[in-house]
């Protein structure tokens, strides 16, 4: 029994840094469903606590808890090795891999049907025009149809027609990846603002003038204070590089959607050009069959006067009755 869907909210995160030891944020809370397993990536307030509670993190600083607290709101689709949702509900990267995947499969799949019925158009067709003008055609391809009657061939040739020019799968997909790439476009917008909101964290942070006075001299390069700059800006730095990382994936998929929509686009051109053809070349057929059937009616009329006016063919007169 497959999971009902849910629609994810892009939360907001209030954050100020107070003083060197005192960080307050603020987000929504979140809706939680008593069936749910006791960890959900999507709770962020939990991932943070989670994280600070592990040894692998060690917060000497505001800034530093900042960057944290931050990281993991930034990482809710991408989670750390520690961080496996068990229901798989937030694979976030892989649902839109399965679901490009899924669609260019389908786009591989129809351009080699269009493929296949061009090839068998041009051998019903050729086969057609060969008895028609009383040849042999040697062509291989051709073997298959030499058992078919001219009628059933004319019948095989009328359903390669609507098959080649039948847009309803690629229209479909078109509209499917269309979708994606909307919502791929929608998830970028909001890593390039939060790629910005931290190097304007970075910029505020390399100031040094939130806790202290400009007439302080530097402190020396072992100093606790600058031990803990250090820390701090490397610290930012794996923040921007993560979520610069995060932006990058999603920028992956989208080059990807964007080649399997190119791919659906040139297909159906293709169609399009197919069904050009097609009916350019049944007009042909339709002034030749005209042309023919002109020129049959020609000679008949043609025959059907000379017949008339042969001298040899006296012209009796008609009896003429007095009443």
Known sequence: MGLKPRLMMVDQLWLWILDEKTVVTAFPKRWRNPNEPAFDRSDVQERIM???ASN?????TASELAHVIVSKCSGTFFPTPTEVDPTGF??????FEVAIGDVKMKETRAFNRFWEHSNEMQGLQETLQARRKHQTTHDTIHKKFTDLSDKEIESRIQAEVSALTNITEETNLLKEIKDILDELNSILLIFKQQELVVQSMG????SEALFRDPRDPLPPHDSPR???DRRVRFSQARL??????HKRDIETLEQEATRTHDSLTMLLDLKQKQASVLEADYARQETVETTSQGRTLLVFTTVTII????????????PHHRI
């Not at 910029?203 to 390399?206: H, I, L, N, P, V």
């Not at 921007?240 to 990382?245: D, I, K, M, S």
């Open 56 to 60: 692998a993190t060690k917060i000497k």
């Open 307 to 318: 017949f008339v006016r042969h001298p040899s063919s006296p012209l009796l007169p008609l």
């Open 226 to 228: 600058a031990i803990n």
């Open 240 to 245: 921007l590089q993560t979520v610069r990382n």
């Open 203 to 206: 910029k505020d942070e390399a």
């Open 90 to 95: 937030l694979d976030f990267m892989g649902f």
């Open 50 to 52: 989670m994280d600070l």
